[in-house]
């Protein structure tokens, strides 16, 4: 098994789907990144199949809200939306979408579209080797991550320690 980051997943979906009839909406983002990462895609991955882009508020989104947006999603034919919002944020949203949509995927890959669009630097290879990418991005920005790492690394550590001791 090898690890798989949502960036690199993003990377190789956008190059394999190019030229297919895969359509793709972007869901994510500060104001104005989605729509910068859509140009990205045409220019880095010649993807010209992102039929549409959203970036949630920042704040809970109502149901009415996350209605309009499925209404929006469905009508564009779209077959994947790729959710780059923060953990947890990102799965609630994806799951509270579900009953909106009806597409083939709903993908959520963390900070791709900002990675993408190049707003934030990825780790270098060695520290990605290490998977150690996510003490890189503390480093880089400590205010925004420490409190979500400090509760997100420990339960990570906790179920994979888990899943090795009943595997054995």
């Given at each position: ?49 992102i039929v549409g882009c959203y970036s949630p508020p920042f704040r809970l989104m109502t149901d ?15 077959d994947i939306v790729w959710i780059g919002l923060s953990t947890p944020k990102q799965e609630f ?20 579209f900002d990675f993408h669009t190049d707003k934030i630097r990825e780790a270098p290879w060695i ?42």
């Amino acid at each position: 098994m090898k690890q798989v980051t949502g960036p690199d997943y993003f990377k190789s979906i956008m190059e394999e789907s190019s030229g297919k009839q895969i359509k793709h909406y972007f869901c994510g983002g500060k104001e104005g990144v989605a729509e910068e990462l859509k140009l990205h895609c045409e220019k880095k991955f010649n993807n010209h199949n992102i039929v549409g882009c959203y970036s949630p508020p920042f704040r809970l989104m109502t149901d009415e809200e996350l209605k309009a947006l499925g209404d929006d999603i469905n009508s564009t034919g779209a077959d994947i939306v790729w959710i780059g919002l923060s953990t947890p944020k990102q799965e609630f949203f994806a799951h509270r979408l579900t009953k909106y949509v009806n597409v083939h995927f709903i993908i959520t890959v963390g900070a791709a579209f900002d990675f993408h669009t190049d707003k934030i630097r990825e780790a270098p290879w060695i520290i990605q080797s290490l998977y150690l990418e996510w003490f890189f991005r503390l480093c880089i920005d400590p205010q925004r991550l420490w409190k979500r790492y400090l509760e997100i690394v420990p339960k990570f550590i906790f179920y994979n320690i888990k899943e090795l001791l009943l595997k054995t």
